[in-house]
């Protein structure tokens, strides 16, 4: 998710090449209008053999490559952007539509060139999950607080594990409500590893 974000606030690539092909063309204008002028004080016999000329149509070779080099970076960059935000439709509709979102957020991080964490390398809660063997992991946490996530319907809790370690934990509708009710208190929690923490599927007072 943060990829997406990224690629749709960094225009700054964009603003850059922009500047480069546009002071490349302006470039390219005055020389042309300089060898022209050169071109009127040599004689056409002697306009092969004129350093002052060789050397303006040089620089002009030189400013033409530079524009069409930015106008295809240019290209490349504006075309990433306007994937990205295609991207980020598509993402918010799934969101809005409740569904898992975490294979299509894989998929965008390897896109956009970012590393998507494999579960093997993502921070384990230690000492006190049980595999279900869906993917899932049941827990027992202590609340400690509860706030309203960025999407719609979806609480953030942040939980301490019986080993001590915290955790960020995303919940919607009855696990999010059930989160919210259970400040200071200890939970079970089903949940899998997301990209940004655990994402709960039911919670319930343990004891």
Known sequence: MQDIVSA????TGIGSTAHRAFSARCRIYDL?????????AVPPNQRANSPELAKLHQELNQA??????SEARLEALK???AGAVALANLLAAMVQAGRDTQALEAVIAETLGGKQAQPDQQAQPDGQGQNAG??????????LEVRSG????????YCQAIDGTKH??????????ALAGAVGK????????????????SVRLAG
Request: charged share 30%; no cysteine.
């Open 8 to 11: 749709l606030l960094d225009t």
């Open 32 to 40: 042309d209008a300089r060898i022209k002028a050169a071109e009127a």
């Open 64 to 69: 033409r490559a530079e524009y069409a080099a």
């Open 79 to 81: 075309a990433r952007h």
């Open 134 to 143: 869906d993917g899932t992991e049941t827990g027992t946490f202590k609340v």
């Open 150 to 157: 960025k999407s719609p319907g979806v609480v953030r809790a």
């Open 168 to 177: 960020a934990v995303y919940a919607k509708n009855g696990a999010g409500q």
């Open 186 to 201: 200890q939970v079970e929690i089903k949940y899998r590893q997301g990209d940004k923490g655990l994402i709960a599927f």
